[in-house]
C-alpha cells in the first residue's frame, strides 16, 4: 500500500524540502505520542473489561440475595406490596452523582450513589405487620442497586474507553500508514529533483566550458595558421634591412605602450 | 465539554422489569415520579400481557427523551424481548444495564454489553 500513497503536490524547492522534512519529524513525534496514548487507554480497557466481568457475576449473587429477601417480604406481610410500592413512590431517594476521572486525556464518568435524606415514600408500607422484614429488603436492595451503580459506571467508562480507543487507534494507523509515507515520498522526490536540477546545472557548465575550450583552440590555430603564413612570406621575399626596420618598429611601438602606461597611472 | 453538562444533571435511575424486581428496587428508594401535570414515572411494570411496544416506547423515553436518568436497569428477559433496540443503543449515557429478575437466571452470552466485551478479545 505503502507505494499507492502518492506524494504532496508540492514544488520541488529546497524551502518545501525543508518543511517536508520538518513536518515528517512532527508526525513521527505525534506517531509516537498517540501510540503511548493507545497503549495507556488499552491498559485502562482491559483492567476495566476484567472488572466488568468480575462485578456481573457479583450483580448476579447479589440480586439473587434481594429476590429472596423480597420473598420473605410477601411471605411476612401475607400479600403482595408491589402494587402498594408503585403507587407511593413519589421521590427518589436513591439517587447518583457523576464524578470525572481523567484517564490521558480521556473524562470517565464515574457514578457515586447517595440518598437524599428526608425522604421516605414509604413510611407506612408494612404498617400492619412484617415491617422488619421490609427493613431488611430495603436494605438488601440498596446494596444491590449500589453494585449496580458501579457495574454501571464501568459499563459507561467501556463504552466511551472502546470509542476513544478506536479513534486513536485510527490516527496512529493514519500517520504510520499515510502521512509518513506519504512524506517521505515527498521528500524523496524532492531529492530527486534537485539532484536532476543539479546535474543538469553540472552538465550545462560543462558544456559552456568546452565550448570556450573549442572557441579558444579554434582562435590559436588561425592566429598560428597567420603567423605561419607570414613567416611563409618573410621566408620568400623578406630581406635583412627590412627586419631590422620592423625589429625597430616594434620596439618603438612598446615604449610608445608604455609610456602610455605611465600616463594612466 | 458538552458531554459533561449532559450528564451532570443526570441523577435517576430508572427501571423496566417484572413486578418483583421493581417492586425491590423501588424499596431501595430509586422512585421517582416528575410533578404534575405530566406525571411520569421513572418505573415500567412489565408482565405476560405487556405489549412489546410499550417496552419499546418506554426504553425510548428513558434512554433519549428524558434527560435526568443516568442508568437504566432492565431486566434480561425483557431486553430480550426488545433485543434489536438494547443492541442498537450504543451512547454511553444513559448506562443500559441489564439485571437478571427472579425468574429468570442471568445468562452472560446474551448481555450486548458482554456480547461486545467477548467480541473485543476473540472469543
Known sequence: MSGAVGREPVFPTRQSLGLMKSKLKGAEIGHSLLKRKSEALTKRFREITRRIDEAKQKMGRVMQIAAFSLAEVSYAVGGDIGYQVQESAKQAR???????????????????????????????????KGGQQIQRCRETYAR?????????????????????????????????????????????YINSELDELDREEFYRLKKVSGKKQRDVAAADAEIAAARQKEAEKKAQAGTPAQEAKEEEAESTDVLGEQEDNDVIF | MAATVAYKDRQLLAVIGDEDSVTGLLL???????????????????????????????????????KDIA?????????????????????????????????????????????????????
Open chain 1, 94 to 128: 436513591f439517587r447518583v452523582r457523576a464524578k470525572q476521572e481523567n484517564v490521558s486525556g480521556v473524562l470517565l464518568p464515574h457514578f457515586e450513589s447517595y440518598t437524599q435524606e428526608g425522604v421516605n415514600d414509604f413510611a407506612l408500607t408494612g404498617l400492619g
Open chain 1, 144 to 188: 444491590a442497586v449500589e453494585t449496580l451503580v458501579e457495574l454501571a459506571s464501568l459499563q459507561t467508562a467501556f463504552l466511551i474507553l472502546d470509542e476513544v480507543i478506536k479513534v486513536v487507534n485510527r490516527r496512529v494507523n493514519a500517520i504510520e500508514h499515510v502521512i509518513i509515507p506519504r512524506t517521505e515520498n515527498t521528500i524523496k
Open chain 2, 28 to 66: 431501595a428508594g430509586i422512585g421517582h415520579v416528575t410533578n404534575p401535570p405530566d406525571a411520569q414515572r421513572n418505573f415500567l411494570v412489565v408482565d405476560a400481557k405487556t405489549e412489546t411496544s410499550e417496552i419499546e416506547r418506554a426504553f425510548q423515553t428513558f434512554t433519549q427523551e428524558r
Open chain 2, 71 to 123: 442508568v437504566v436497569l432492565i431486566n434480561q428477559h425483557v431486553a430480550e424481548r426488545i433485543r434489536h433496540i438494547v443492541d442498537t443503543f450504543t451512547d454511553p449515557f444513559p448506562a443500559v444495564l441489564e439485571i437478571p429478575s427472579k425468574d429468570h437466571p442471568y445468562d452472560p452470552e446474551k448481555d450486548s454489553v458482554l456480547k461486545r466485551v467477548r467480541r473485543l478479545f476473540g472469543e
